[in-house]
């Protein structure tokens, strides 16, 4: 199968409620991600690298800084005179704003109606990986699948309440769902990520709405199992989901791991991102940086080790700062001393500060919050 071939869809709002500290004054797809990058940037290039010409995006609130983010699309290549890429509103017959998966995908219909690929792949925003979809198309196409869904070996997500655990049999057939079992073990948990044909899914979402169904893993996947072909295509490559402030801490703390960049960041399918030049960043006399991430525009004048550190950080004389991630723009005052501290954007901490979190609860500063 050709990626041209297929429709992407991304779904940049789903899961705000559980990193309400980031999702306040933004969408989870535009959250800051390892210095330089959104979260979106992952579900976009995972597709262009794939060979996907035309995504669609759907919004929801608060997405000024995520069409700020995307612009036109040229970052990712998909700034086109024909296909490329689509802000879809967040309202849907009626003018209402949706609520569910469902609903969400009836207010685009319009837009999968006008489409001529084949297949539609759907994608979530949660997500820290980069795949090959490429295999995962194969997969579809030499099972017959109506519906293959990317799934992950291992502990399930905690917080997420629409996380999907699958049993398969030996050919990677779907034989049973449940909706957010409890389970501590390791297991087969789906990534939100499904592939199918563009008409079944305009079929499926018109049947469960004529039957006021609102879930959609429940009335249109997990219904489906035994009288449609679901499969899975498990994905080998690192991936976090980011569910929590903790969550995103740990997943932004692996980049840190040769290995787990070495990964992400594959020669052969780059993570793409809006551009912005600055100047490079400089390192003052008697400072000190250890096995950290800092993206340029930053001036370091104190001391860092093992942080990740956004464009146009500054930190102050005498400052340390370790296990943290510092939100673009901020300034960091001296003699201050933080550890395991998030700060969003354009946060100023003054001099002689002590912040200290813990790695499963990092402390978090507000944008434009004054310490």
Request: charged share 25%; with cysteine; aromatic share 8%.
């Amino acid at each position: 199968m050709r990626g041209n071939n297929v429709l992407g869809i991304v779904f940049s709002n789903m899961h705000d409620e559980f990193l309400k500290e980031l999702t306040a004054v933004r969408t989870l797809g535009s959250i800051p991600f390892g210095g330089r990058y959104r979260l979106i940037d992952f579900a976009l290039s995972n597709m262009v690298n794939s060979g996907i010409t035309k995504v669609g995006v759907i919004t929801k609130s608060n997405y000024q800084s995520l069409m700020d983010h995307l612009g036109s699309g040229k970052a990712w290549n998909l700034s086109r005179k024909r296909q490329g890429l689509y802000i879809l509103p967040p309202f849907g017959q009626g003018n209402d704003v949706y609520s569910d998966r469902i609903q969400a995908l009836e207010g685009i219909m319009p837009f999968l109606n006008h489409s001529n690929e084949e297949y539609v792949l759907l994608s979530d925003c949660d997500l820290v990986l980069n795949f090959d979809i490429d295999a995962m198309m194969e997969a579809h196409m030499a099972s017959g699948a109506d519906i293959t869904i990317a799934y992950k070996y291992g502990v399930k997500p905690e917080r997420r309440n629409d996380v999907i655990v699958m049993d398969l049999d030996e050919t990677n057939r779907v034989t049973n769902i449940e909706i957010d079992p409890q389970r501590t073990e390791d297991c087969c948990f789906g990534l939100n990520i499904y592939l199918m044909r563009r008409d079944f899914l305009k079929m499926a979402i018109s049947s469960a709405r004529s039957k006021s169904a609102t879930s959609f893993v429940r009335d249109v996947i997990q219904s489906r199992v035994l009288k449609n072909r679901i499969y899975g295509y498990r994905v080998k490559e690192h991936a976090s989901v980011v569910d929590s402030i903790a969550s995103y801490f740990s997943a932004n703390m692996d980049l840190l791991k040769p290995e787990v960049r070495a990964e992400l960041f594959e020669r052969s399918r780059p993570i793409y991102t809006k551009v912005r030049d600055d100047m490079p960043t400089r390192y003052g006399l008697g400072s000190s940086v250890k096995n950290s991430l800092i993206a340029d525009g930053c001036v370091i004048e104190g001391e860092v080790e093992n942080s990740i550190l956004f464009r146009g950080v500054h930190v102050g004389k005498g400052c340390k700062v370790k296990n943290c991630i510092i939100g673009q723009n901020s300034v960091l005052g001296v003699n201050s001393q933080i550890a395991y501290v998030i700060t969003d954007k354009d946060v100023i901490l003054k001099g002689g500060r002590t912040l200290m979190g813990f790695e499963t609860y990092p402390v978090f500063i507000g944008k434009e919050a004054v310490v």
